[in-house]
């Protein structure tokens, strides 16, 4: 039983690390000898947990059932440790997390060297992403998503809010009129994400009156960052999530069109931190949960 304890540890690991090359670095062995340990389990259970290719390794469907156990027995382990005082609670090791690419690059990475400095043995991995996750079948810690509450299968908390605001420069305004009505946006060059045709249909609400707007225009992008350089340029009036748009909108290079009308988007709402559900997450988790948490909340009341 010792030793089928053992070789479930090792096998979380590998999962968590992603490679047997990792997992042995972290468990102070070789990867041969980790391959090994999975070996047995697998054989230990008459089924095949990872299924191993050239690139990655992928859970099969028992492997996940076998890793999501493993998961709640290291967990039940590190607590009954900590209860007893056998081990550290410094936050250590390496944090692998999945965020949105414009979440990631305006709102997360601004606050990640103070993380690191005041966590000097929590590394970060930060993957910037915007394709749907599984946090079981990815070697993945944390997923920070844009949601109204955590998926079937996930805990989370909540870190912010997402909104969105339409907006053009004053030179643009000036020149081609500013709009009263979400209609008016019909004669207007509009910059918009351009994924999918729904997102050149921009939908407003204003108290209980909802209208849906199809707008046109000659540029369009799917990253935020290009959306605001090229309102700056003046090119037309564009869609940009606030934390985007925060900076120039304070310098006053851009300005609000529509200020009384809340755009909605399927990109606003709640920023979630997400993670399979655990009642004993690791330290260095706990450690940047609440770090996120404190951080954003302070810049949202700062906003406000």
Not at 56 to 84: C, F, I, N, P, T
Not at 139 to 150: G, K, S, V
Not at 248 to 266: D, M, N, S, Y
Not at 270 to 281: D, I, Q, R
């Amino acid at each position: 039983m010792n030793a089928l304890l053992h070789e479930i540890a090792v096998f979380v690991k590998v999962v968590e690390t992603g490679s047997f090359s990792a997992a042995s670095r972290q468990l102070g062995t070789t990867p041969s000898a980790t391959s090994r340990a999975v070996s047995r389990l697998e054989k230990a259970l008459s089924t095949q947990l990872l299924e191993r290719s050239t690139r990655k390794l992928r859970l099969s469907d028992s492997g996940q059932a076998v890793y999501r156990h493993g998961q709640a027995m290291m967990g039940a382990a590190q607590a009954a440790l900590e209860v007893s005082g056998h081990i550290n609670e410094t936050p250590q090791g390496v944090v692998r997390i999945s965020i949105p690419k414009a979440v990631g690059h305006y709102v997360i990475h601004p606050h990640i060297p103070d993380f690191l400095a005041q966590y000097p043995e929590v590394d970060v991995l930060m993957r910037l992403e915007d394709r749907h996750f599984d946090l079981i079948d990815d070697p993945i810690d944390l997923a920070l998503r844009i949601t109204d509450q955590p998926p079937p299968g996930l805990m989370g908390r909540e870190l912010m809010k997402i909104s969105h605001v339409i907006c053009a420069t004053p030179h643009y305004l000036t020149t081609h009129g500013t709009p009263q009505t979400p209609k008016d946006l019909q004669q207007h060059s509009c910059i918009c994400l351009g994924e999918i045709p729904a997102d050149a249909h921009w939908k407003f609400q204003r108290a209980h009156q909802r209208v849906t707007v199809p707008v046109k225009g000659r540029y369009a992008a799917n990253h935020t960052g290009v959306r605001l350089s090229a309102i700056q340029q003046h090119l037309g009036i564009g869609s940009l999530p606030h934390f985007t748009a925060r900076e120039a909108l304070e310098r006053g290079e851009i300005v609000p069109v529509l200020p009384e009308w809340t755009f909605k988007t399927q990109y606003c709402g709640g920023l979630w931190v997400l993670y399979p559900p655990n009642k004993h997450l690791p330290a260095k988790l706990r450690a940047l949960i609440q770090f996120l948490s404190e951080r954003l909340t302070a810049t949202t009341a700062k906003k406000s």
